[in-house]
């Protein structure tokens, strides 16, 4: 039996989902690279460090990616969304290195009932991932469309 999702009534300010433990290997940065970042320090390790990121490195749309399914593991999944009409901020903001681990979390911001989709809300989240020293590697903020569980309470 599955659990009931998480719909726009359950998303208040201040809730926080965590996210990972997700650790990045070598083979899958240079996979990704291969496919879609075709960049030298993304391909190799030899030409990571002659680079100013200092060893092989994700590209910042892996560790973007990498961020959506700790997202997806987390709670997406989980919720009565109807997607995401888009991102505000994406931030790269240190290298992912091959062997960092990633952890952090997305923190609800804000939530309004959409006036133009009777029956949805927007919820806004601020994000955060870190390596395994605690640095900060990625913030982005976006905000998701999600069902509300008694839109006929909302709109009275």
Same mark, same amino acid.
């Given at each position: 039996?599955?659990?009931?999702? #998480? ?18 290997? +070598? ?5 990704? +690279? ?23 490195? +994700?590209?910042? /749309?892996?560790?973007?990616? #990498? ?16 997607? +995401? ?5 994406? !931030? /790269? ?26 029956? #949805? ?10 390596? !395994?020293?605690?640095? #900060? ?20």
């Amino acid at each position: 039996m599955q659990a009931e999702r #998480l719909h726009y009534e359950d998303f208040t300010p201040g809730r926080r989902f965590e996210l990972g433990p997700r650790t990045v290997t +070598a083979a899958e940065i240079i996979e990704f +690279a291969k496919e879609f970042d075709p960049q030298p320090m993304h391909l190799s390790e030899e030409a990571g460090r002659a680079s100013i990121l200092g060893g092989l490195s +994700a590209s910042g /749309w892996h560790t973007s990616s #990498l961020f959506m399914r700790m997202m997806i593991d987390s709670y997406v999944l989980a919720t009565a969304s109807e997607g +995401a009409p888009g991102i505000d901020v994406m !931030q /790269w903001r240190k290298p992912v290195i091959a062997g960092d681990t990633l952890s952090g979390h997305s923190t609800v911001e804000a939530a309004r009932p959409m006036r133009s989709r009777p029956g #949805l809300g927007i919820v806004t989240f601020g994000h955060e991932l870190f390596n !395994q020293r605690g640095e #900060l590697v990625l913030s982005a903020r976006n905000s998701i469309m999600v069902r509300q569980r008694n839109p006929e309470k909302a709109s009275a």
